[in-house]
Nanobody, 126 residues
Framework: QVQVEESGGGLVQAGDSVMLSCVVS?????????MGWFRQVPGKEREEREC???????????YYTDSVKGRFTISRDNAKNTVYMQMNNLKPEETAVYYC???????????????WGRGTQVTVSS
């Protein structure tokens, strides 16, 4: 059984940095899948999650939504079945639950993902 677990969220102030981690267990072929970080705000459905960043299976191709370019960095350690997202200079409007997803294709929409974690809350105070 595949399990996806995010960690690293919390309450921070505007301008602070946070590192999110996502560990995938139960999948022997982690290094064959793309990974993505999405965020969801209250009132939005799962299908409306915003794709923040994605990374391909080998880690040499990444995608970022425009609003986080230059501030967020996605990376992965296939030996540890883990994907990370370093978030710098956080803004209050980025308060959300951040989810990690496993994808055969690395798309920027939720329908491209097979498994999800339960999410980690990031709250940015002004």
């Amino acid at each position: 059984q595949v399990q996806v677990e995010e960690s690293g969220g919390g309450l921070v102030q505007a301008g602070d940095s946070v590192m999110l981690s996502c560990v995938v267990s139960g999948r022997r072929t982690f290094d064959k899948y793309a990974m993505g970080w999405f965020r969801q705000v209250p009132g939005k459905e799962r299908e409306e999650r915003e794709c923040v960043a994605t990374i391909n299976y080998s880690g040499d191709t990444t995608y970022y939504t425009d609003s986080v370019k230059g501030r967020f960095t996605i990376s992965r350690d296939n030996a540890k079945n883990t994907v990370y997202m370093q978030m710098n200079n956080l803004k209050p409007e980025e308060t959300a639950v951040y989810y990690c997803g496993v994808s055969p294709f690395g798309r920027t929409t939720t329908d491209g993902y097979d498994e999800w974690g339960r999410g980690t809350q990031v709250t940015v105070s002004s």
